[in-house]
């Protein structure tokens, strides 16, 4: 299983960034083999916010997001007080940003594998959870590793 | 705890009824469940393909800047720039 960080469904969902090509290819692969991605709900308003400020079109934002919670590889978590306090040991103890570190708590408390393009949250995340760029993340798939 | 001695409630409801009567109330219960997970399967291939198309209706809005990634991770680093003091309004 994985957690994505939202900067991987944004560049999927927009076609000229540089980084869009890998990041759709791990979303479909992971799609295609049925394997799941566990996700804070926080990750719904991280991207909607992206898409509506860098695209200014909050209708196509808003359906973004309610097709990938419609995607039967997408099991959202509530961002609940136990994952918040989890998330907050993390801030402090890693020096991890607020919204990297429910990230990583949710990969930490299902056991996933976070995938990220920020270097900053993988590094930091690193001796708690099992991290991988997208580019390591589809090669591993690609090569049947997991 | 609720759900567990409703489970237990129910189990013991179901071992009353005879042999018959248990065979059909499984074979619905099954069929019942093959039924969501075939719909939360087609709902999920519409909305994949539905995905596509917004993808292609995000491109023919042309080149953004920033890309919308791009504005992720300047909102993040604003926000913390902004809670750790580094910038001001």
């Given at each position: 299983?994985?957690?994505?960080?939202a900067?991987?469904?944004?560049?999927?969902?927009?076609?000229?960034?540089?980084?869009?090509?890998?990041?759709?290819?791990?979303?479909?692969?992971?799609?295609?083999?049925?394997?799941?991605?566990?996700l804070s709900n926080l990750v719904l308003a991280e991207i909607t916010g992206a898409l509506s400020r860098?695209?200014?079109?909050?209708?196509?934002a808003r359906?973004?997001v309610?097709?990938?919670?419609?995607?039967?590889?997408?099991?959202?978590?509530?961002l609940?007080?136990?994952?918040?306090?989890?998330?907050?040991?993390?801030?402090?103890?890693?020096?991890?940003?607020?919204a990297?570190?429910v990230?990583?708590?949710?990969?930490?408390?299902?056991?996933?594998?976070?995938?990220?393009?920020?270097?900053?949250?993988?590094?930091?995340?690193?001796?708690?959870?099992?991290?991988?760029?997208?580019?390591?993340?589809?090669?591993?798939?690609?090569?049947?590793?997991? | 705890?609720?759900?567990?001695?409703?489970?237990?409630?129910?189990?013991?409801?179901?071992?009353?009824?005879?042999?018959?009567?248990?065979?059909?109330?499984?074979?619905?219960?099954?069929?019942?469940?093959?039924?969501?997970?075939?719909?939360?399967?087609?709902?999920?291939?519409?909305?994949?393909?539905?995905?596509?198309?917004?993808?292609?209706?995000?491109?023919?809005?042309?080149?953004?800047?920033?890309?919308?990634?791009?504005?992720l991770?300047?909102d993040?680093?604003?926000?913390?720039?902004?809670?750790?003091?580094?910038?001001?309004?």
């Open positions: 299983m994985y957690t994505l960080d900067n991987i469904f944004v560049r999927d969902a927009s076609p000229g960034d540089p980084e869009h090509a890998v990041c759709h290819a791990l979303i479909a692969q992971l799609y295609q083999r049925s394997t799941m991605i566990v860098s695209f200014r079109d909050p209708i196509r359906l973004a309610d097709l990938l919670r419609d995607l039967h590889t997408i099991q959202l978590i509530p609940d007080n136990t994952l918040a306090q989890a998330a907050a040991e993390l801030t402090a103890d890693r020096a991890l940003r607020g990297d570190a990230y990583v708590a949710v990969a930490r408390r299902h056991g996933c594998t976070l995938v990220s393009l920020d270097r900053e949250q993988r590094e930091r995340a690193a001796p708690v959870v099992r991290v991988l760029t997208p580019d390591a993340a589809l090669a591993e798939l690609e090569g049947g590793t997991r | 705890m609720t759900a567990t001695t409703d489970y237990d409630h129910a189990l013991e409801l179901i071992r009353r009824l005879d042999r018959p009567t248990q065979a059909r109330l499984v074979a619905q219960v099954v069929q019942e469940l093959a039924n969501e997970r075939d719909a939360a399967l087609r709902r999920s291939h519409e909305a994949w393909t539905r995905l596509a198309e917004l993808r292609e209706e995000f491109r023919r809005l042309g080149p953004v800047s920033p890309s919308a990634g791009e504005q991770d300047l993040r680093q604003h926000r913390a720039d902004f809670l750790e003091g580094k910038i001001r309004e």
